[in-house]
């Protein structure tokens, strides 16, 4: 009887751990397609706050359109006043930057600063999870009231901004609760909590998105989207004239 | 010699329209000398700092596109160009073989955005000779994760007291007796001492991108603090670097040269590219003459290529702007030199007009003396060159006065300021090309504006010019 006893526990360890390793192609792909808007334009009202340790907080709003099929993104800055103008253009993998001021565009990069808040320009691009990464380590993690998958995430490719990403995914629809970002050297960079989403159509968009600084200790952002709408924009809304049409 | 003698002494005898005539001169020209001398400065002292800064007069990159069309800097070679320095018999002071990127140094919850500089610490002695170390050593860093900060960079990350202590400290201090405030102040400076030596060894993260666009952070020691008039740099060992921006160990993406005649740099350029684009992709000249290196890469950024496009190019080039705008103050200090110089030149054809119609009779005297035409003439005339050269000498007496004062001064300025100056001071330049032709030129008007008066006298009847009276 007691030759049976060990195989048989081999047997029931597996099968649970067969049962619940999930299918992480179909995870991200599923996360990928709640949180991407590839069928319609995309437009908000963002709000970034920075807290910086011995500063005051800064607040910056903006309008933002997205066109996920396309690869495009604009955001056009509406306060403070002194920023007021000043947008960004996604192209494809090209970001332009452009001051009213001087009237010129100038190159940026999704690793950038977003209008030197804490938030970066990559926070507000479509993200591509399944396409980008591959997983690395999995496990189970009980976040607040929820229980989450964890994720190591690695990326494929060299041209990814973040080079490691550990997600905390809900394991009943599959919404991402919290991110760590990590660089090549593997060292965290910054975490990312997404406590609530608003549903838009089907897919699901943050209300709010907290991001914590771990490398300028002390830093913290806080993302608001609101009035969150899916209504076609016309195409030249993705265009450097519209930036200059929108300023005179 | 008569002659000679004869305008000296009228030039002596009225000293009042003398004076008045040269010293117009001399302001005029004064002005013009220390526009010249000033500007020339500044552009000597931005071509200095700039070469310091961009590390070399002479630049060559290696320019390619990843998959995704972003541009990255590599130099994988460099055998073809070192040899063809060699064969063309260039002489080069210095060669840096850099790895340069943007990063944000933090510490201490500060942060600041500087230059990253890897360093070949063992081919580079002469940065490590030339840094000016206030604490610390370099003896080490090669193949550390050593770092080398300024003292701005150090105070900004919190790593040593400020110099001088804020506004709120330092008015909390005006209210104490002398004494006390003095040893506020020693106490202060001794702390700053002392954190000088205890931040060597403190860690600095640095955040970065690979040349592929990832996130990095790499963690560093302080090995040593430097003082400079800048500070856009923080020095490591390039190897690290070289890791963290996902370079080959021992590659790097800048090769600056320094030449030994900066007025070479052009000549030497275009010579290099004439033997360098019989091997490699050369960017052509045209796209890279007046044009600084981020416009040309910009350019290259919309254009298609494959492998690996080359640019050889100047600091003449990265400068062109700024060089333009000085250029443009010196036109326009020229033209209002030259202004006045016509003001003044009519003012002297009316002094002589005058000194020719009051000297009637004494004309008449050296005529009916047998004083030629000729000489006649030439008494006004050197009387003009002589009043002329005084002025003029003058006018670059005063000049030089001034521009030593300007020179001498320690000017505390912003620190963007610095870049026009060296050291703290106005680098002050006296072309002695300018001066002979200023000399010239201000000599070869006067000579016209006194020719037409001195005709005149020439042309006077001796017997009627000794008959009249005023």
């Known amino acids: 009887m007691k030759k049976f006893v060990f195989p048989l526990i081999l047997l029931l360890a597996a099968t649970s751990a067969f049962a619940e390793t999930p299918d992480w192609n179909r995870i991200l792909t599923h996360i990928d397609d709640m949180t991407n808007f590839n069928d319609n334009d995309f437009s908000s009202e963002i709000t970034v706050v920075t807290a910086k340790p011995g500063e005051d907080n800064t607040v910056i709003q903006a309008r933002y359109f997205r066109r996920d099929k396309a690869k495009q993104m604009v955001i056009v800055i509406l306060k403070p006043d002194v920023q007021k103008g000043q947008a960004y253009l996604q192209q494809d993998d090209d970001l332009w930057f452009y001051d009213p001021e001087s009237r010129k565009f100038a190159f940026s990069s999704m690793k950038d600063r977003f209008s030197d808040s804490g938030a970066q320009n990559s926070d507000f691009s479509s993200v591509q999870l399944h396409v980008d990464y591959s997983v690395e380590s999995s496990g189970e993690d009980k976040l607040g009231k929820f229980d989450v998958w964890t994720v190591m995430l690695r990326a494929k490719d060299k041209s990814v901004a973040v080079p490691g990403l550990k997600l905390w995914i809900r394991k009943d629809n599959d919404l991402v609760l919290k991110q760590e970002q990590y660089s090549l050297s593997n060292r965290l960079l910054r975490t990312l909590a997404i406590p609530s989403y608003q549903t838009v159509s089907g897919h699901f968009f943050p209300v709010m998105m907290l991001e914590v600084d771990n490398v300028k200790v002390g830093e913290k952002t806080q993302i608001t989207f609101k009035d969150v709408s899916i209504a076609k924009l016309p195409d030249s809304v993705y265009s450097k004239s519209y930036l200059e049409r929108v300023n005179q | 010699m008569v002659v000679r003698r004869i305008a000296l002494r009228n030039l002596n005898r009225q000293k009042r329209r003398s004076i008045l005539l040269g010293g117009a001169l001399a302001f005029g020209i004064m002005v013009l000398m220390m526009v010249n001398g000033v500007v020339g400065g500044i552009l000597k002292s931005i071509e200095l700092n700039f070469s310091n800064i961009a590390v070399g007069h002479i630049f060559f990159a290696e320019v390619e596109k990843n998959e995704k069309g972003r541009i990255i800097y590599s130099i994988k070679d460099d055998a073809f160009l070192m040899d063809t320095i060699k064969k063309l018999g260039i002489e080069p002071t210095y060669i840096a073989r850099r790895t340069m990127a943007q990063g944000t140094l933090v510490a201490n919850g500060e942060s600041l955005s500087r230059g990253l500089s890897g360093v070949e610490w063992k081919q580079e002695t002469e940065l490590a000779k030339n840094l000016d170390l206030v604490s610390g050593s370099l003896k080490d860093i090669a193949g550390t994760q050593g770092i080398v900060i300024s003292i701005n960079q150090a105070e900004k990350l919190n790593l040593i007291p400020k110099k001088e202590p804020d506004a709120t400290v330092k008015s909390a201090w005006s209210k104490l007796p002398k004494a006390e405030k003095e040893a506020k102040q020693a106490a202060w400076d001794a702390a700053r001492e002392a954190a000088l030596k205890t931040s060597i060894g403190e860690t600095v993260l640095v955040e970065l991108q690979t040349v592929h666009g990832q996130q990095n952070l790499g963690e560093f020691q302080v090995k040593a603090i430097y003082q400079a008039q800048y500070d856009f740099y923080a020095y490591m060992d390039r190897a690290y670097l070289n890791k963290l921006t996902d370079l080959p160990e021992n590659g790097y993406n800048q090769f600056g040269m320094f030449l030994k005649n900066y007025s070479d740099i052009d000549k030497t350029t275009a010579r290099l590219f004439d033997v360098l684009k019989t091997r490699y992709n050369m960017v052509p000249m045209d796209k890279v003459n007046g044009r ?131 050291k703290g001071h106005l680098m002050i330049t006296i072309n002695p090309m300018v001066m002979i032709l200023t000399l010239a030129l201000v000599a070869g008007l006067t000579l016209l504006a006194a020719l037409i008066p001195a005709r005149r006298a020439a042309k006077m009847e001796p017997a009627l010019a000794l008959r009249t009276s005023y």
Do not use: H, P, Y
Request: hydrophobic share 55%; no cysteine; charged share 15%.
């Open chain 2, 292 to 422: 600084g290196f981020d416009t040309i890469v910009n350019d290259l950024k919309k254009e298609s290529f494959s492998g690996s496009k080359f640019i050889i190019t100047n600091l003449n080039n990265e400068i062109a702007n700024i060089k333009s705008i000085f250029s443009a103050v010196q036109m326009v200090a020229f033209a209002f030199f030259m202004l006045l110089l016509l003001v003044i030149m009519v003012g002297i054809t009316n002094t002589f007009r005058i000194v020719v119609f009051e000297r009637t009779r004494e004309i008449g005297t050296m005529r009916a003396l047998g004083m030629q035409r000729k000489e006649v003439r030439n008494v006004f005339l050197w009387e003009a060159l002589f009043l002329s050269i005084i002025g003029t000498l003058g006018g670059f007496v005063l000049s030089g006065i001034l521009l030593a004062i300007l020179g001498a001064i320690k000017w505390n300025v912003m620190a963007e300021m610095n870049f026009f100056l060296n």
